[in-house]
């Protein structure tokens, strides 16, 4: 069902690959944001039925979210992409600071905090995200958001040849 409404809605809204890439990243950021509150959340050490309905929840939230939002961009592909990068190294950033900084529960050299990891690594992805926004916001828009200067401009020249004068006109009409 869900993957005939996405292939009724890809077809229906006619999307641009940084659309459709923005959309993935959204994906992403729901999925991985509830499993690392899963992981948070989790205080029996199984993946049970709490756990995946968060990340239902997170992955279905983020597709529609990031469905809705597409249409109203016009970010092309390259910039899309380099958002979603951002995203993905923002999660690594805040993972691997974090693994650093954090000391071992109960004095176990084995026992990182992975709540506290967790944590990070869901700031990183979103602090990712939202600078990756920033950097790249002087980005060109996708070909297709580029409207085609539809003025004329034209430039008037005085002539003159040994058979009279005129005027020369040039320019874009």
């Known amino acids: 069902l869900g993957a005939t409404g996405g292939f009724a809605y890809g077809h229906g809204a006619h999307l641009t690959g940084g659309q459709a890439t923005f959309i993935a990243n959204l994906t992403m950021l729901g999925t991985a944001t509830a499993a690392f509150g899963a992981i948070s959340g989790s205080r029996d050490g199984q993946f049970g039925d709490w756990e995946s309905g968060t990340l239902a929840l997170g992955m279905n939230g983020g597709a529609v979210t990031g469905a809705v939002i597409a249409p109203h961009l016009d970010w092309s592909a390259h910039r899309a992409n380099l958002v979603f990068a951002a995203t993905g190294l923002g999660a690594l950033a805040g993972g691997m600071l974090t693994g650093l900084l954090t000391q071992p529960k109960n004095g ?39 409207t085609k200067d539809k003025s004329a401009t034209a430039s008037l020249m005085p002539w003159a040849n040994p058979h009279g004068f005129g005027l020369m006109t040039g320019g874009t009409f």
Request: net charge negative; proline share 5%; glycine share 16%.
């Open 108 to 146: 176990s050299t084995t026992d990182a905090n992975g709540d506290v990891v967790a944590a990070a690594m869901t700031a990183g992805l979103w602090g990712g995200f939202g600078l990756g926004i920033l950097m790249t916001k002087d980005s060109a828009p996708d070909p297709r958001f580029v």
